[in-house]
């Protein structure tokens, strides 16, 4: 009997002792994650003088709201994010319904060769960007479309293959039964995609919708590639060109980081499940 | 009779059910048509060709892909430089897989620290570079101090040729991990835990366990992370244009970032199609050798 709980005893000090340094070990990771950030967030309460000071104090000695206040005043942020939101918004609304309609046809609705043009579809994924990033230019200079949000806006409007992919899944695993039901009711596709196919859709088209507003509100190389017009600045582009016109100024570079991650950090604190899930899913973030 | 109306029935329902699902199919490819074969086609013609905007084209054949291959010594250093900075996958995937397996159990504050690794990857790049400027900046940056502090000397970071390259891999574990976690938890949660079971009975040690269980009950998994991670490095550029401008003396310049050069700041938008284009052999390449050697480590089921 003694030797069982001393057994017992020795396998509890070493689990107490494994939990211990899995503890530790993951302090120390997650100290490293997050010091970016709180030191973005300290740089960008400072007055100015206090960003040189040696050793680097992380609690400034007065808090310096007049960093938010001179880079919403000095740069477009406001304009910037509405700028983003026009660009992202209805690509986002049409991009998914577009979506999510080819992706309940090529799950539900019986044609030929639907699964053939569903993998050709998906194949067109293995072709890299950097391929791409030319040659779409060089259309869309053809059609007038650059210094425009027009090639931000219009080609996403066509669907991504990536979110069909991922719709797909969704709506395949969906019983036939209510679907069969409204047929022969005399519903017609498009009907019972809205009535029926959507409200069952939701959660996996929520996340979809939350990865690419993500996506759309980060993206930093389109804007880049088509904008010049400062006044058409989407935020990521204000934010950059913003920066290097700061040069060294800290406290207002990091405020307007600051600014520029909390929208995303809002979405975040409200659809944490939703980020996760669709990446564990998919694999690729947006 | 009634059987042959019901027939009738079917097919007309087939029919009207087939054209509704081309109509349904028909944006997206219409977009691939549009927005991706066209250009594709023409950026081989392009690449063949001197075009540049407000220039007519001349036809030169495969001087561009001569240019590139043996007379531009900036694809080849630009070249290296993307291998160089795809050591960060490697290295991210050990890192990701080491924090999955220490989050791979009942541990109060589990999901705190799942965010935690994963927020940088929903995170504007833009933002993520300035903060780690700061943090990497060579007199006052963070970093410096600290490594000072415990007696080390420093180097300039992002600004020494030799170090940069090394900055912006680190930059990119520290962003880049979320996904691989969140990818390896699911997978270490998929493994058969009836396996750890019977080797344990069998006397193996937590060492084997991870060896002969562990990693070739994820290796499916840690493909995908490869193949996938490894076609995102081999294209990056907006974090290297964001933290160097691509110096010091091209130090952190990859090739597509190198392209875009050729492409916006020269506006060659011939010669930079075929350097898009031997890109593109490059990453297919890449994807084939992997696809090859998989077989000898990855395990389904």
Redesign the interface.
């Given at each position: 009997m003694s030797t069982q709980t001393t057994t017992a005893r020795k396998e509890k000090t070493s689990d107490v002792l494994a939990?211990t340094v899995?503890?530790l070990?993951?302090i120390a990771?997650?100290i490293?994650?997050?010091?970016?950030?709180l030191?973005?967030l300290s740089?960008s309460l400072k007055p100015e003088g206090e960003?040189?000071s040696?050793?680097?104090q992380w609690i400034p000695s007065t808090i310096a709201w007049e960093n938010y206040k001179l880079i919403f005043t000095d740069a477009h942020m406001i304009r910037g994010f509405f700028n983003t939101m026009i660009v992202v918004i209805p690509t986002l609304v049409i991009g998914l319904l577009?979506?999510a309609?080819?992706a309940?046809?090529?799950a539900k609705?019986?044609?030929?060769g639907?699964d053939k043009?569903f993998m050709t579809?998906v194949g067109?994924m293995?072709?890299?960007?950097?391929?791409?990033?030319?040659?779409?230019?060089?259309?869309f200079?053809s059609f007038g479309w650059t210094d425009s949000w027009k090639p931000l806006i219009i080609?996403g409007?066509?669907?991504?293959?990536m979110t069909?992919f991922f719709l797909r899944q969704f709506i395949k695993q969906l019983p036939d039964e209510l679907e069969d039901a409204a047929?022969i009711d005399g519903m017609?596709?498009?009907g019972i995609?809205m009535k029926i196919i959507i409200p069952l859709t939701k959660p996996a088209i929520i996340t979809q919708g939350i990865l690419s507003f993500?996506a759309g509100?980060?993206d930093?190389?389109g804007p880049?590639?088509y904008l010049n017009s400062p006044e058409k600045y989407t935020l990521?582009l204000e934010?950059?060109s913003f920066?290097s016109y700061y040069v060294t100024e800290?406290t207002l570079?990091?405020a307007?980081?600051v600014v520029?991650?909390v929208p995303?950090l809002i979405l975040?604190a409200f659809a944490?499940r939703f980020?996760?899930e669709g990446?564990?899913l998919t694999?690729?973030?947006g | 009779m009634n059987a042959r109306t019901k027939t009738v029935k079917r097919k007309s329902l087939y029919r009207s059910e087939m054209w509704w699902g081309f109509l349904f199919i028909a944006p997206p490819f219409i977009g691939v048509l549009v927005f991706l074969l066209y250009p594709l086609v023409n950026s081989l013609y392009m690449s063949l060709t001197t075009f540049s905007f407000g220039q007519p084209a001349e036809f030169t054949g495969i001087e561009n892909y001569n240019r590139a291959l043996t007379n531009d010594p900036l694809v080849w250093k630009t070249l290296w430089n993307t291998f160089y900075a795809a050591l960060g996958v490697p290295i991210g995937m050990i890192v990701a897989l080491i924090v999955a397996m220490l989050l791979d159990r009942k541990l109060r504050g589990r999901n705190f620290f799942r965010m935690l690794f994963f927020l940088p990857t929903i995170c504007s790049m833009v933002a993520l570079a300035m903060i780690w400027q700061w943090i990497f900046n060579a007199d006052f940056g963070l970093l410096n101090y600290y490594l000072s502090v415990i007696g080390l000397n420093p180097p300039a970071w992002l600004v020494d040729e030799k170090w940069a390259m090394i900055a912006i891999i680190i930059q990119g574990i520290w962003g880049g991990m979320g996904v691989s976690i969140i990818l390896y938890l699911a997978a270490l949660g998929n493994v058969p835990s009836s396996l750890y079971e019977a080797a344990t009975v069998d006397g193996a040690n937590g060492w084997n366990k991870f060896i002969h269980i562990t990693i070739p009950g994820i290796s499916p998994v840690t493909f995908f992370i490869l193949i996938t991670s490894l076609i995102g490095a081999l294209q990056d550029f907006p974090r290297f244009q964001l933290l160097t401008g691509g110096g010091p003396n091209y130090s952190t310049t990859t090739i597509v970032y190198y392209l875009y050069t050729v492409a916006f700041e020269y506006s060659e938008m011939g010669y930079a199609s075929a350097i898009a284009w031997f890109i593109g052999v490059i990453i297919m390449l890449v994807i084939l050798i992997n696809f090859l050697l998989s077989k000898r480590w990855v395990h389904y089921n």
């Open positions: 939990k899995v503890y070990l993951l990771g997650g490293v994650m997050a010091v970016p950030f030191w973005m740089t960003v040189f040696y050793p680097p577009v979506c309609l080819s309940y046809a090529f609705l019986r044609f030929p639907r043009l579809l067109t293995v072709i890299p960007g950097a391929v791409m990033m030319i040659p779409a230019f060089i259309m200079k080609p409007m066509f669907g991504a293959p069909i047929k017609n596709p498009f995609f993500n509100y980060n930093y190389l880049l590639i990521q934010l950059a920066s800290w570079i990091m307007g980081a520029a991650l995303t975040f944490q980020f996760i990446i564990a694999g690729i973030k | -």
